[in-house]
């Protein structure tokens, strides 16, 4: 299993503005994703991490919207550019600890809302 | 593309059984289920990987039928703690290093005393 952490839990934010979201994990993983969940909605990939290279971003999201870092294999970062409204959301992080056909771990998620 | 998940959502009395669905129109790898409760991350219940077969965890279990690319998921003597919204996850075929996780719409779930 992983125990996945993600920092802020929460946050209000000016439209305009940016805000970095930190995920970090208890152990070593190579894949990793970034997910959105909108109100009351399902959970939609935004991006695959994995730790060596670019981030494969998914339909709809798109790399200067949504950049990510990922430095190693405990850790990455989702920056929400350019905020408005319509990116109020839950971003939660996921991992895939081991083999593509283990369990995919989601951290507790950032409720995020913009004014 | 996205699972479809059947019913959207059900009501039931404490003691009661449910079945979800969960198809999709693509070759399936494997079928995740997980359970949300309100402001919560999702939940991992259990994962059916290619090859058809039957999980259980207590009064949870699933089914994966390879060849109709369909899963449901069977909640038995429901609980109150079995209330929240069910989503069902797909890994198609040909993942690997394109492994992706794409979750139906969800079930929501409510258990009454």
């Known amino acids: 299993s992983a125990v996945i952490s993600q920092k802020p839990s929460r946050d209000i934010c000016q439209r305009g503005t940016s805000l970095t979201i930190q995920c970090q994990v208890d152990?070593?993983?190579?894949?990793m994703f970034w997910y959105r969940q909108q109100p009351g909605q399902s959970l939609t990939l935004i991006a695959t991490?994995?730790?060596?290279?670019?981030?494969?971003?998914e339909s709809g999201f798109v790399i200067d919207k949504f950049p990510i870092s990922r430095p190693n294999l405990t850790f990455s970062t989702l920056t929400v550019s350019n905020m408005s409204p319509e990116d109020s959301s839950i971003y939660l992080c996921?991992?895939?600890?081991?083999?593509?056909?283990?369990?995919?771990?989601f951290g507790p998620g950032t409720r995020l809302t913009v004014l | 593309q996205q699972p479809v998940q059947s019913p959207q959502a059900v009501i039931l009395r404490e003691g009661e059984d449910a079945v979800i669905n969960c198809s999709s129109s693509?070759?399936?790898?494997?079928v995740h289920w997980y359970r949300q409760k309100h402001g919560e991350a999702p939940v991992f219940l259990m994962i059916?990987?290619?090859?058809?077969e039957q999980k259980g965890h207590e009064k949870i279990s699933a089914s994966f039928n390879e060849k109709k690319q369909q899963s449901s998921l069977y909640l038995t003597a429901s609980q109150l703690s079995y209330s929240g919204t069910y989503f069902c996850?797909?890994?198609?075929?040909?993942?690997?290093?394109?492994?992706?996780?794409?979750f139906g719409k969800g079930t929501l779930l409510t258990v009454n005393p």
């Open positions: 996921s991992v895939v600890p081991g083999h593509s056909t283990d369990t995919q771990y």
């Open positions: 152990s070593q993983v190579t894949m």
């Open positions: 991490a994995n730790q060596g290279s670019e981030a494969t971003y």
């Open positions: 693509k070759a399936l790898y494997s």
């Open positions: 059916l990987l290619k090859g058809g």
């Open positions: 996850g797909t890994v198609t075929v040909g993942g690997g290093s394109n492994y992706k996780l794409t």
